[in-house]
């Protein structure tokens, strides 16, 4: 019945939305006003950006964890992407320091640290530069507890390091990491995409029992702005959030992609006239599978979409759980819009990454299926 | 006898046919009766080498005494100290080297400026570093391979990559031997032996390494050298690359810039002890020298020396040269925020490497205010013309998005360009598709 009407919408709109105003692929062209999370019990909010959020949550961190450090290369002076502003200047050089400049020394330390009881709040500068922390991040902080038959933990630890897109970063400042870590069992992996939701997620995963890969997306650091609630809250991990209800179709995605894909959703549902459920994960591991699965099983389609190169992303893996949880509901393929399978190409960024009229296309072709 | 038996395969060299049945023979022995070997040999090596150090009975904590001197030669009036250490170049070597320089600092002054207008997407200056980049570039032959961080223009200039070739890959246009692929300053050419930069720090060390081992096996008469910063020398790649040349004994000239700053970590807060200097000796048994870098003689005679012993000697050197970070750290940072202005001003106006060597010609008569007005004015015209040139330019085809990622397209590769491509003809008013070549071409197929 769906798919019928769909398809005559579809043949009679087909061409006139193929052309409009030139270039604006490279993300929302008008801004899009992305639903701000309501927070209960907030109390006094005040306008923030994304990273003055992160900073706001990090100061809360300090002040109630005597604990707590801050540490990674210039960090001291604020950090490249100020997330760390002011910070040493409240705590103190011994609990917010830069360290020398070794990735691997930073993740190895931040183990330590929380192993002995310390909270620790390390930061890598860029996520394409965790690599040589790889083995302290994949071997140990995540086998920590495991090899130790629970006698010793490294949970305190939050790793936070800036991913993803950001319009010139080319192949090493935009990469997206996150199915390196997602895949490991042990770390959790936390990817926040409103100031509001950045503060929340990063309290609770300071907070939280087990080591934590935040990554925050780096193009939204000035450009997300929110009325963020300046008390002390935290989000839960592992609770996706229904940014957007709907009935024909769920879109999945999380970080600096969900608002590509609310552009995607407001393009569709104007020019298909279909209702589109738009999911943020928020944290990748693990991952709310609940809500997907009860989305899924209710729009019968579905679409994931993310800027890591599409082979071995995240995408698969949510991909095949709804296959074995959701067969029978299906009324399409599931569809994944991702990155190429190549490195990040600096020039070729807009034609790379995934977005809003690539995802369009893929409502598209999913509803009419 | 194992060892003894590797001795002879290296004595065997091109005899393949032999070389393969002893190793295969060697493998054998290995696999059967591991632990024996292994202690006769352990057994033998304790025989073989004597402890270099003494024994002692007075308990005594070592702690850091001797500081390795710094080596320079001219001062900062352009006076050579050791007339006999003076490189002794002719008038028109050292004109093209003080030229080189000057070029670099204009070019990097219009090229910060026009980022800061939106027309490149990002810059990295040299300023304070040009004797560095001169002075170690001019000492090294072109058959010897560079491996570089990102702050070393000058080197590759003066290896003749040309104003043209570095602008074009500033404007990612089609030009660019990268294919627009990476952030400007990220360079790489085959015709003058620079293996392309990439971003992450220190990951060119020891890559460097194998390819200096390569050099040895092959027989040649080169070296490899690798430039990087006292910060990068903070990663563990560093410590890697250092032991392995040592143990490996291979022609590597490791070129340490220390210019104080690493981004916003001042060096004080990035290693304590001797620099990366102090780390070659007793660290890693390296040879090892200090040099001023802002002294374009000194750092020359120390690279020299340092390619002598890293081919005849066939080890490798560890230099570390004294400089100072002038600008900020690229057009992404704003060093104001951590570092004073009379620090930058102590360097910039104190020990500014192009004003001393103008010092050393002025003493020579080889070089007039108006010759400098004019160098100057000339390299402005040849950067400004080249930019224009250069952004009239194509950027490279989309095609080239699924180019080189392997040696030839895998079946996804292929499917995902298809997808591109029929996306684009959908929707070709919506990406920038005129400013990329050969773009109609490929949406007519």
Known sequence: MLRGNIKKVNSLLVRSFHSSVPNKSSGPSSPIIYPSLDIENAGEKQK??????????????????????????????????????????????????????????????????????????????????????????????????????????????????????????????????????????????????????AKGLLLASIREKDPVIFFEPKLMYRSAVEEVPIGDYEIPLGKARIVKEGKDITIIGWGAQMRVLLQAVNMAEEKLGISCELIDLRTIQPWDVETVVESVKKTGRVIISHEAPKTGGWAAEISATIQERCFLHLEAPIQRVCGYDTPFPLIFEKFYVPDHLKNFESIKKTIVY | MISQASRVLTRLGRNNELKRALTNSLNNCNKSSPSIIRSFSSKKQELEEKDKFEYTNNLEVQELKHYIPCYTIMNQEGVVSKPEQDPNFTKEEVIKMYTTMLTLNVMDSILYDVQRQGRISFYMTSFGEEAIHIGSAAALEMSDTIFAQYRETGVFMWRGFTINDIINQCCTNEHDLGKGRQMPMHFGSRKINLQTISSPLTTQLPQAVGSSYAQKLAGENNCTIVYFGEGAASEGDFHAAMNFAAALSTPTIFFCRNNKWAISTPSKEQYKGDGIAGRGPNGYGMKTIRVDGNDIWAVYNVTKLARKIAVEEQRPVLIEAMTYRVGHHSTSDDSSRYRTVEEINAWKEGKNPISRLRNYMNHKGWWSDAQEKETIASARTSVRESLVNAEKQYKPSINEIFTDVYDKPTPALIEQQKELIEHLKLYPDEYPLNQFADSKLILKD
């Not at chain 1, 620790?120 to 790889?134: G, K, N, R």
């Not at chain 1, 902080?141 to 936070?160: E, P, V």
């Open chain 1, 48 to 197: 923030m950006n994304l990273f003055q959020a992160i900073n706001n949550g990090m100061d809360i961190a300090m002040q109630k964890d005597s604990k707590a450090v801050i540490f990674g290369e210039d960090v001291g002076f604020g950090g490249v992407f100020r997330c760390t502003v002011g910070l040493r200047d409240k705590y103190g050089a011994s609990r917010v320091f830069n360290t020398p400049l070794c990735e691997q020394g930073i993740a190895g330390f931040a183990i330590g640290l929380a192993a002995q009881g310390a909270t620790p709040i390390a930061e890598i500068q860029f996520a394409d530069y965790i690599f040589p922390a790889f083995d302290q991040i994949v071997n140990e902080a995540a086998k920590y507890r495991y090899r130790s038959g629970g006698q010793f933990n490294c949970g305190s630890l939050t790793i936070r390091s800036p991913y993803g897109a950001v319009g010139h970063g080319g192949h090493y400042h935009s990469q997206s990491p996150e199915s390196y870590f997602g895949q490991t069992p042990g770390l959790k992996v936390v990817i926040p995409s409103t100031p509001i939701e």
